[in-house]
């Protein structure tokens, strides 16, 4: 039972982390699009890089 319950708080742990972490992805790709739109194409492509290196592979940033 211990190890059930300890199951579940982790799961609801990870489970609100997650979120976290793509709206962490959702910021920086704004800010890479304001970056190029502002004629910055250095800075918005390693914020591209960097979310991408971060695990989100999307059509959008390439």
Do not use: S
């Not at 039972?1 to 489970?15: D, G, H, Q």
């Not at 699009?33 to 591209?48: I, P, R, S, T």
């Amino acid at each position: 039972m211990k190890y059930f319950i300890a199951l579940i708080i982790t799961m609801l742990i990870l489970i609100n982390a997650v979120p976290a972490t793509a709206n962490e992805a959702d910021k920086k790709f704004v800010e890479a699009g304001e970056n190029y739109q502002a004629g910055e194409f250095q800075v918005a492509a390693e914020l591209y890089e960097e979310i991408a290196d971060n695990g989100y592979k999307t059509a959008e940033i390439y």
